[in-house]
């Protein structure tokens, strides 16, 4: 019987089948995720793999049966047993060299390290199994290598709804998008284009176009003492703020008249606002201190401090029609006149027909309204003439998003950054927008004038700035305005332009009486005879001191008198 310590594994070589384990690495596209491993290969292969090892008895290469077993471990010396252990009985050993096959089950081998761990003894012997160090690596062939990276256009076996490369996901537009073929475009009807522009310092925003572009106005307040105008019976417009404006309210005729509102004699009608029903156009609106504008169907006939406004002639019907007479326009004067009804005959144009005394539309010209959309994921391959349609499935449309789309995924989303938000809740009245964020908020700050007695602020000498409406502000001249933090020693200098920080190095000075002057050092002059303007020491021996002297406090030493 061999002793453990005969038995060795002098060298183990591994080959195994490559299994179709590949995982794309593709970038995101419209179509939809990358393709999955191909399982159907998988299991057409199988999980074994073939195995040929060397093993020598003592120092000659081994010969006979031999029973071995087989486990997988994830770490060289230590670490987890991977899948379950394989025994191999009576395998023939032939000059040391064996072949068997090894399969550890499904998912062992997923591209972490694997160590190859063998037990052996005699076949047949009743002892335990001898376990061989060190582990063996398992390492790829050349092929496994390629295979982790390989190309879509390198598989095989491709399921045929996957060949073209597109798993013919569908997409819809959602809220806020439209689909034009095979374009999204953003409902600008629904979604706000990005606002650029801003209003001028006293105006503010009053209307937000689709297009993103801005209406400003003038929003200071007035100096008139009228707070409100409102627009009585037979009028519309008014307001409370900035410049309003009234216009003619005329009655709307019903869909049965509509054939002949334009002949309506004045007798025929109801409805007729008060100020009207005595026929005289005498509607006049009397306002001081404010501005008022004619709107449409008024006609300004008066200025100054009482403005009238009455209604223009193209509004103003005749006053003395006969009965049954209707009111006729007269194109030469631009006026409405009295006039006989003339049964006016009427005749089908272009996609109408006319059937008795109705009027219809031929739906052979023009298209009917298409009522009923296609379900989710189909589109639309044919409309009828009643307005029907014909749906079938989008299979294999490709969609990109274009500027101020994004793409996650199967769903397309709006990129704010880009497109503006739809700015939906205005500013209360006597504001205005100062600023509108991504999501379509925006931040509203009273623009309206104030209430105060001042009505301008202007400059004086030495000031610039101020104004007459909204904020001024008051500065310092720059003539008038010194240099700050200047050094120790530093004056103020004008340098042709303003007041600046400099050394004082120019300035000339000249002694008086009683001082003398040597370089730039003043000093006193000791040498006078004690007159008026001049000085002496008392040690100067030619000294003459005049005068009465008057005890001081206390002695002073050093001085004699």
Known sequence: MRSKGQIALRSLFLGWALLALITSQ????????????????????????????SLTDGASPANGR???????????????????????????VADGAFTLLLDFGEN??????????????????????????????????PYALYAATAPWSGLGDVPVGLADGDDDTTYAPGTGLTLVDTTFHVDTSFIQRRVTGACDSGTALREVRADGSIVCEPVGGGEGDIDAVYAGEGLTGGGEIGAVTLSLSLPVPSASLALSATHAPWMGLVGVPAGFADGLDDVSVV???????????????????????AISSAYRLPQACRDAQLARWEEATGTWLCGDDEDTTYAPGPGLALEGDAFHVVTATVQARIADPCPQGHA???????????CEADDDTTYTPGPGLALEGDAFHVVTATIQARIAE????????????????VVCEPVAGGQGDITAVHAGSGLSGGGEEGEVTLHISTTYRLPQGCAGGEVAKWDGAGWTCAPDEDTTYANGEGLLIEGNTFSVAFDGD????????SDTPTTTLTGACRATPGPRPGRTF
Do not use: K
């Open 108 to 141: 062992v081998f997923a591209g972490e390290p694997r160590y190859l761990e063998i037990a052996v003894r005699s076949a047949g012997s009743a002892t335990s199994h001898v376990t061989l160090a060190p582990r063996q690596p398992l390492t790829p062939t």
């Open 380 to 390: 639309i391959r044919q409309v009828n003439a009643d307005g029907s349609v014909v």
């Open 26 to 53: 593709a970038g995101v596209v419209a179509q939809g995720p990358a393709p999955r491993e191909n399982a159907g290969m998988a299991g057409a292969l199988g999980t074994a793999f073939t195995y040929q090892g």
């Open 287 to 309: 306002v001081s201190g404010t501005s008022i504008y004619a709107g449409e169907g008024l006609a300004q006939v008066a200025s100054g401090e009482a403005v009238t406004l």
């Open 426 to 441: 205005p500013c209360p009245e006597g504001q205005a927008v100062r600023a509108v964020d991504a999501e379509g908020n």
């Open 530 to 537: 004690g007159t008026s303007g001049t000085a002496a020491r």
């Open 66 to 92: 031999y029973d071995f077993e087989f486990r997988l471990y994830d770490d060289a010396t230590h670490g987890t047993q991977v899948g379950s252990t394989v025994p191999r009985p009576g395998v023939e």
